[in-house]
């Protein structure tokens, strides 16, 4: 069972937009800003896409919006395109005996 | 531009060893922390090991504490991972994947490999 816990799938059309969430507890997500995003397409390495809940690396789309509220962080996606359908992971620090800790991962469908 | 080639896996006994290398370019090695990362056929991502710059600091996952060892070459820009006591559930593909801060750890990853896949079968 994944420490942070996202919905498995999340869909939406061309243009719109899409938040997925990320829940986890006050040792991990609500007691850092050390929360990150990843995008996976089928058969590809993760690519970091947020990171600090709402910084974007350079080179991603400003489409890409992070934030926090509380245990919950939200990865926002607006503008959706076709390319953006693959798979979503949150990740985060966290003060247990291990540091890092993801989410189980959602899948992005654009309709 | 930044490189990481990961090498190593292959089909393993149950209860056998593997060393995965991950051979780093186009940055400054010592610069950054590292970390090893898997994947297991359909599942998630799930993080495996984290090193410091000088090798003095590292963590393991609990799944992974006892039996697997990460290393770094700092002379060589290689980063390794020897796995022993391997099982089933250790199949995955393994990413090796730099962490984003300069000379510390934002515990964000932004450049990964392309990936090793390591199979524990009998």
């Known amino acids: 069972q994944s420490a942070l816990t996202q919905p498995a799938s999340v869909s939406g059309s061309p243009g719109q937009s899409i938040t997925i969430s990320c829940t986890g507890t006050?040792?991990?997500?609500?007691?850092?800003?050390?929360v990150s995003w990843y995008q996976q397409h089928p058969g590809k390495a993760p690519k970091l896409m947020i990171y600090?809940?709402?910084n974007r690396p350079s080179g991603v789309s400003n489409r890409f919006s992070g934030s926090k509220s509380g245990n919950t962080a939200s990865l926002t996606i607006s503008g959706l395109q076709a390319e953006d359908e693959a798979d979503y992971y949150c990740?985060?620090?966290?003060?247990?005996?291990?540091?890092?800790?993801f989410g189980g991962g959602t899948k992005l469908t654009v309709l | 531009q930044v490189q990481l080639v990961e090498s190593g896996g292959g089909l393993v006994k149950p209860g056998g060893s593997l060393r995965l290398s991950c051979a780093a370019s186009?940055?400054?090695?010592?610069?950054?922390?590292m970390t090893w990362i898997r994947q297991a056929p359909g599942k998630g991502l799930e993080w495996v090991s984290y090193?410091?710059?000088?090798?003095?600091?590292?963590y393991y996952a609990d799944s992974v504490k006892g039996r697997f060892t990460i290393s770094r070459d700092n002379a060589k820009n290689s980063l390794y991972l020897q796995m022993n006591s391997l099982r089933a559930d250790d199949t995955a593909v393994y990413y090796c994947?730099?962490?984003?801060?300069?000379?510390?750890?934002?515990?964000?990853?932004?450049?990964w490999g392309q990936g090793t896949m390591v199979t524990v079968s009998s």
């Open positions: 006050s040792i991990d997500v609500g007691g850092y800003r050390y």
């Open positions: 090193i410091s710059r000088s090798g003095t600091t590292i």
């Open positions: 990740s985060s620090y966290t003060s247990s005996s291990t540091p890092v800790v």
């Open positions: 994947a730099r962490d984003l801060g300069f000379r510390g750890a934002f515990y964000a990853f932004d450049n």
């Open positions: 600090d809940v709402s």
């Open positions: 186009g940055f400054t090695f010592n610069d950054y922390y």
